[in-house]
């Protein structure tokens, strides 16, 4: 996929050097406890806690609202479930597949 360079431009990114002395040590102390630990597969990352740890670091330290509720919801997609999309059965998708 690519995007044009406007769209880019507009796209929200985190500008590290704004992080101050307390957030990074914050950061860098969860990184410590954390790199060396194993990952569950990116398809389970609902019930991994090493990445709900993460998540929560992160959040902590930027003022985020908790994530679980996105892993939950990432979770469940087919690309990374490897299940299929179901089709609702309607014409309109038969019709949407023979396009």
């Known amino acids: 996929m690519q995007m044009k360079k406007p769209?880019?431009?507009?796209?929200?990114?985190?500008?590290?050097?704004?992080?101050?002395?307390?957030?990074?040590?914050?950061?860098?102390?969860?990184?410590?406890?954390?790199s060396e630990v194993e990952l569950l597969p990116l398809a389970r990352l609902d019930v991994d806690s090493v990445r709900h740890e993460i998540d929560e670091a992160i959040s902590s330290v930027m003022g985020f609202p908790p994530l679980s509720m996105m892993r939950q919801m990432l979770a469940l997609e087919p690309g990374l479930t490897g299940d299929q999309v179901v089709s609702s059965g309607t014409d309109e998708d038969e019709n949407?597949?023979?396009?």
């Open 7 to 34: 769209a880019w431009a507009a796209t929200p990114t985190l500008d590290v050097r704004a992080l101050t002395a307390p957030q990074i040590t914050e950061l860098a102390n969860a990184y410590d406890r954390l």
């Open 96 to 99: 949407d597949l023979e396009a």
